[in-house]
């Protein structure tokens, strides 16, 4: 309400709220023009850097940043965690970390120009908000696992080992689809 | 072969970082304006009304390989230089499966949830929290299993064509083929389930096809290059340096960098076995000509920074044809023994009794001395102690720095 009288006392172009969140909302990509445009970026990436695109190892030296500061002498005794924060070492002094700062402002960024950055909830029509909370939590933290495990994310493993066609990486992503299609019929209230 | 760049050397850290952000920008950008910062969208996949997570990805992955590829044909992009995802099987399969079964309950994946975050969507926030905590678990958790972890199915850095034993471009056409059928049925699918028109789908997206398929049949055209022809690429630079005798370091500063404690130096010795068994250097390994191809991966998989190859023959004939393989194959810091194991000898071996010399007419490369028995590394001189000889030379070894490739985005 506020911010419709906003619009009316001042001029458009200096009232930010309007201009970050209320800009007319436009479709998304023709998915195939998504795909080619992400496989342009993933190109750009290995042919200028040699590295892929990732996104869970950023998260993971986010959390073990953290875990650093906490209890130190804990990440000392664990060799896991002692390769990326062991002594004097900064986990976050690594490539991943500015690539999931720009992923954040990219996602930003297109979804401000493109009018979808209402504060929402994505959900299937027969669950509560506060179910659509806790699943995604949950789901979210069983993808971390498996993420870790299988030494990568849907970016990391999926779209940068299967553009270089690195074996793993293609047997994972099979398993990734595998693994929701055969859980899909028995969560379907979650999405249906 | 001057792609990929290294950026580190080029530019230095801070730039070299806000390249990564820009590739960043770019994701970020993308997945969103795909739609996959919505949870829905991303989960009616599984449902079969919407296939658009197999269309971007499918189509972001054949777009990048068949593009990586040329250019890898063409000699322009080292494929050495690339990070290959190294395989993990079991680790890879089970870990795949519980990612599924998250991205179902879950409704993202780690980056499609970063976008939805920062497109204000709450369900994205929990989904990111959520996978932070799952991601400590692992951390915490990761001791008890360990071994099966870092050992189970272990295969190294290997591709689909190396596992299969075909050629690049014939893998390359193949998936090209899967795709555009997975893309086909994937239609019919929303057609079936989602109720989709597909009259109405854009006739741009058959143009697209056919330039994925010309592409792809362009590098089974270019073919693989072999490592002879990598070499012939780079052959006048590298041939100036083996006759300014640049890459060939004396046994003295081959010693002092065994003796160096930050580094790791690796001796591949190229001779035939049975001289290898007579009198080898401590430490170094036997590979014949042939079998260093096969190593080759094995190298570009390990992480180690400051690792220092160092081929050695009788003389140098067939380690300047190791070396030729290696440097062919962007192993980074790859020298040559001066004088092959015969100037070890003369040089470390004055008090050995045992072993005659005994100059062998036939051959440049062949073994100068006799030896009592197959002793192996367990004559004195296969093994002086850096510290009692102190010899002058003139270093060549300059480190060159490994580039900034590491465990992709899952380091």
């Known amino acids: ?192 | 072969m001057p792609f990929p760049l290294p950026l580190e050397t080029l530019v230095g850290k801070p730039l070299m970082y806000a390249v990564f952000a820009l590739i960043g920008f770019g994701f970020g950008f993308v997945l969103e304006s795909s739609g996959f910062g919505n949870s829905k969208k991303l989960a009616a996949q599984f449902y079969f009304s919407e296939m658009t997570v197999l269309k971007v990805m499918f189509g972001a992955i054949v777009t990048a390989m068949v593009l990586i590829f040329t250019t890898v044909g063409l000699g322009v992009l080292d494929f050495n230089q690339l990070w290959v995802n190294p395989t993990y099987l079991w680790s890879g399969i089970v870990g795949g499966l519980i990612m599924g079964v998250g991205f179902i309950v879950g409704g993202f994946c780690p980056g499609t949830s970063l976008v939805a975050m920062a497109t204000r969507k709450i369900d994205g926030l929990f989904f990111v929290l959520g996978g932070l905590f799952g991601i400590f678990l692992f951390g915490e958790t990761e001791r008890f299993y360990d071994l099966w972890w870092n050992f189970a199915g272990y295969m190294g850095r290997i591709t689909i064509p190396e596992w299969l034993g075909l050629p690049y471009g014939v893998v390359v056409v193949g998936i090209v083929l899967m795709a555009l059928f997975m893309f086909w049925g994937s239609e019919q699918l929303e057609h079936i389930f989602g109720g989709r028109d597909l009259k109405k789908e854009p006739r741009w997206r058959y143009a697209g096809a056919a330039g994925l398929l010309v592409v792809a049949f362009g590098v089974l055209l270019i073919g693989d290059a072999t490592t002879a022809d990598k070499y012939a690429r780079i052959a006048t630079a590298k041939e100036l340096q083996l006759t300014n005798r640049e890459v060939q370091i004396s046994p003295g500063e081959l010693l002092s960098t065994i003796g160096n404690d930050t580094l790791k130096t690796i001796i591949l010795d190229v001779r035939p076995e049975n001289e290898y068994n007579l009198f080898h250097l401590h430490g170094s390994q036997n590979i014949s000509l042939d079998d260093l191809q096969t190593y080759i991966p094995e190298i570009h998989a390990q992480q180690a920074l400051n690792t220092i190859f160092v081929v050695v023959s009788n003389d140098e004939k067939a380690a300047t044809q190791a070396w030729k393989t290696l440097v062919a194959e962007s192993v980074p810091n790859a020298y040559i023994l001066e004088g092959g194991i015969n100037n070890w000898i003369t040089t470390f071996g004055e008090n050995e009794q045992n072993i005659v010399y005994a100059p062998d007419a036939s051959g440049e490369d062949s073994l100068k001395f006799t030896f009592p028995a197959a002793l192996g590394d367990r004559y004195e001189c296969a093994n002086p102690s850096p510290h009692e000889w102190e010899l002058e030379f003139t270093p060549k070894i300059k480190l060159q720095i490994k580039r900034d490739k590491s465990g992709g985005g899952c380091g």
């Not at chain 1, 906003?6 to 909302?25: D, I």
């Not at chain 1, 120009?113 to 994505?122: A, D, H, I, P, W």
């Not at chain 1, 990391?156 to 990486?169: N, P, Y």
Request: glycine share 14%; charged share 15%.
């Open chain 1, 1 to 192: 309400m506020t911010a419709a009288t906003n619009t009316v006392s001042k001029p458009k172009g200096r009232n930010w709220r309007a201009t970050l969140f209320e800009r007319p909302k436009k479709d998304y990509w023709h998915p195939y023009l998504g795909g080619l445009l992400l496989g342009l970026v993933l190109f750009a990436s290995f042919f200028l850097t040699g590295n892929g695109l990732g996104a869970s190892g950023g998260l993971n030296r986010l959390v073990v940043y953290v875990e650093d500061l906490v209890a130190p002498a804990h990440i000392d005794r664990v060799p896991y965690l002692l390769k990326m924060a062991g002594g004097d070492k900064n986990p976050l002094d690594d490539w991943i970390i500015p690539m999931i700062f720009g992923t954040l402002v990219g996602g930003f960024v297109s979804g401000w120009r493109n009018g979808r950055l209402q504060v929402e909830t994505n959900k299937g029509p027969n669950i509560t908000k506060r179910t659509r909370w806790v699943t995604a939590f949950i789901g979210g933290a069983i993808m971390g696992y498996g993420a870790r495990m299988a030494r990568g994310c849907t970016s990391g493993q999926a779209l940068s080992g299967g553009a270089v066609l690195s074996l793993g990486s293609w047997v994972f992503m099979f398993s990734v689809f595998a693994g929701a299609y055969a859980l899909a019929y028995f969560v379907r209230k979650l999405w249906l």
